[in-house]
Antibody, heavy 122, light 111 residues
Framework: EVQLVESGGGLVQPGRSLRLSCAASGFTFDDYAMHWVRQVPGKGLEWVSGISWNSGTIDYADSVKGRFTISRDNAKNSLYLQMNSLRAEDTALYFC???????????????WGQGTMVTVSS | QSVLTQPPSVSGAPGQRVTISCTGSSSNIGAGYDVHWYQQLPGTAPKLLIYGNSNRPSGIPDRFSGSKSDTSASLAITGLQAEDEADYYCQSYDSSLSGVVFGGGTKLTVL
């Protein structure tokens, strides 16, 4: 079964750091770009960051540029999001998502995890 | 304010047809980037509904269809069913932002 499982969310104080992980299974992880998308409860989807299959291309939304770092470990079938200098406005449910097209940096997201909640509050 | 503009809500009776628009600009849809559509049921992760403007993934009924023209795209749902009640999002790529962009989402209510 193709599956993405996020972990690492929780309650964190403003200015602190948190690292999210996404474990992939059921497909050849290193053939596909991966992304992080977040959603404030009750609000819309916001793309956060994406990384190509070989980590050669990395993009960030302006709202997180300079604070968040996306990475992947293809040997471990895992995607990560290092979040530093967290702000209240980073509070959201964070989804990892798989790119649908083989080795294409940007395309539709055909598989999504269930998300991990990040709450930034003092 | 989302880069892609969707109506906040649409509604229709069972069996009817509804459309959801997604309006972009020359740096995203108008630049030729594909539009994709997602359905998000309450409390669940988004699900890919339409990819590459008009293609349906395996398992998506043909009641759902997508189209694209100039700087906008549309999702059409025919034969509305109660289980179609959900939030719908369009997605594309924006060259000015160098990133993926989503529409603000449209809540579909089946009357």
């Amino acid at each position: 079964e193709v599956q993405l499982v996020e972990s690492g969310g929780g309650l964190v104080q403003p200015g602190r750091s948190l690292r999210l992980s996404c474990a992939a299974s059921g497909f050849t992880f290193d053939d596909y770009a991966m992304h992080w998308v977040r959603q404030v409860p009750g609000k819309g989807l916001e793309w956060v960051s994406g990384i190509s299959w070989n980590s050669g291309t990395i993009d960030y939304a302006d709202s997180v540029k300079g604070r968040f770092t996306i990475s992947r470990d293809n040997a471990k079938n895992s995607l990560y999001l290092q979040m530093n200098s967290l702000r209240a406005e980073d509070t959201a449910l964070y989804f990892c998502a798989k790119n649908s097209r083989y080795r294409d940096p940007i395309d539709a997201f055909d598989i999504w995890g269930q998300g991990t909640m990040v709450t930034v509050s003092s | 304010q989302s880069v892609l503009t969707q109506p906040p809500s649409v509604s229709g009776a069972p069996g009817q047809r509804v459309t959801i628009s997604c309006t972009g600009s020359s740096s995203n849809i108008g630049a030729g980037y594909d539009v994709h559509w997602y359905q998000q049921l309450p409390g669940t992760a988004p699900k890919l509904l339409i990819y590459g403007n008009s293609n349906r993934p395996s398992g998506i009924p043909d009641r759902f269809s997508g189209s694209k023209s100039d700087t906008s795209a549309s999702l059409a749902i025919t034969g509305l069913q109660a289980e179609d009640e959900a939030d719908y999002y369009c997605q594309s790529y924006d060259s000015s932002l160098s990133g993926v962009v989503f529409g603000g989402g449209t809540k579909l209510t089946v009357l």
